[in-house]
């Protein structure tokens, strides 16, 4: 687990779309393989004694090689037979602010969808303030760029997982997870240019920012510990807490207010996956409201159906204008199939028209007129 400070900065919106989570896919594949991965996590890895359980070895040249090598081949590994998914910007707020209610939890593999993943985000998935000048990697070497402030707002754009049992250590296994930033975001905030050159040259477009392991546990005591443990550290300071910004996406995907649909990748762009013997499946993309069609019924993907109908009008007679998800709450839902209790978001229905705006789970302050006088009122 690794802790920074939290973040009270401005969010920044990543620049990617459905289309490039293949390209990014691959771009990190390449950059894992050619030698630039190592060299970014044997420089970056200071506290991967901490990782692996001695933090005794924290800053030790061997442990931080070592730490390199296994995050490089985990990555490897997760990335080539990772489904590949894509959050739109509406659905990340909704993440956001369903995160900020779910308790802490410690998973199990069911609560992922595919056994290894690659998400992005349309929005900042999770952002935090790191007290620190911006350091990064040049050439192997950590450069300065001086900036006005001490600090820089750190934005997690995307999110892998994968199995992980710490070299066979943990007896039921666990999952790693990594995430990441957009390097279009760093090369914004940059002064000089050599800086920014020798940055895009070392890095793909998504740049690793840090890394979190859990492993699953039966009930009982160590389970218990092990959830109080999160309870206690549940603030951005943690990457656990970030991990459970990744959970509260996987469990809203299945849930009746997510909409979910596939992209197909781009023929050119598949041609050169299929070279380079890399997968070549569709996109899943996660949306917080309905595809709609302007084509026949025939023309549509198969398994969709256009959603129709204006749910905007109140009993009353007054229309909203927004759309919003009514009385959302998280649940400790039984699952007997599986005989574990989870999260359960629990979402009766969208209210308001499907193209008009969303608003996230906050009060919504109405103007209504009166005929002796004005009031706001609670919507």
């Not at 659905?91 to 609560?111: H, I, K, N, W, Y």
């Not at 296994?173 to 390097?183: A, L, P, Q």
């Not at 920012?209 to 546990?217: A, M, V």
């Not at 009930?219 to 959830?227: H, P, S, Y």
Request: aromatic share 8%; glycine share 8%.
């Amino acid at each position: 687990m690794s802790k920074h400070t939290p973040t009270t900065g401005q969010h920044s919106t990543p620049s990617f779309e459905a289309a490039d989570v293949p390209a990014l896919r691959r771009e990190l594949l390449g950059w894992l393989g050619d030698g630039r991965g190592f060299r970014f996590h044997a420089v970056m890895s200071k506290c991967a004694g901490s990782m692996m359980g001695h933090p005794e070895l924290d800053g030790h040249p061997g442990m931080m090689r070592a730490y390199a090598e296994m995050v490089c081949e985990q990555e490897t590994r997760t990335l080539r037979d990772a489904e590949l998914y894509y959050v739109t910007a509406e659905m990340t707020q909704l993440v956001r602010s369903a995160a900020a209610e779910l308790p802490a939890f410690v998973p199990d593999a069911g609560d992922f969808p595919t056994p290894r993943g690659l998400i992005v985000f349309g929005a900042p998935l999770v952002t935090h303030r790191r007290p620190e000048r911006g350091l990064v990697l040049v050439d192997g070497r950590l450069t300065l760029d001086y900036r006005e402030h001490a600090y820089e707002d750190i934005n997690v754009s995307a999110c892998t997982w994968g199995p992980y049992d710490a070299g066979g250590q943990w007896k039921h296994g666990g999952v790693w997870m990594s995430f990441y930033r957009d390097r279009a975001e760093m090369l914004a905030k940059l002064q000089h240019d050599r800086v920014r050159d020798g940055l895009r040259a070392d890095h793909a477009r998504l740049v690793p920012d840090n890394e979190y392991g859990i492993k699953y546990l039966d009930e009982g005591a160590e389970k218990a510990r092990l959830q109080e443990d999160l309870a206690a550290k549940d603030d951005p300071a943690w990457t656990s807490h970030w991990a459970k910004h990744l959970m509260a996406t996987l469990l809203l995907m299945r849930q009746p207010l997510v909409y979910q649909r596939t992209e197909p990748i781009r023929r050119g762009l598949r041609r050169q996956l299929e070279r380079s013997g890399l997968p070549t499946g569709d996109i899943r993309i996660v949306d917080a409201r309905p595809r709609r069609y302007t084509t026949a019924p025939r023309d549509q993907e198969a398994g969709e159906r256009p959603q129709s109908g204006d749910h905007g009008a109140e009993e009353t007679g007054r229309k909203v204008r927004v759309r919003f998800p009514v009385d959302g709450f998280w649940r400790n839902q039984w699952y007997p199939s599986r005989g574990v209790h989870r999260p359960k978001w629990i979402e009766e229905h969208w209210r308001g028209p499907e193209d008009a705006p969303i608003v996230h789970p906050e009060r919504v302050r109405v103007l209504r007129t009166h005929p002796d006088q004005q009031a706001i009122g609670d919507a």
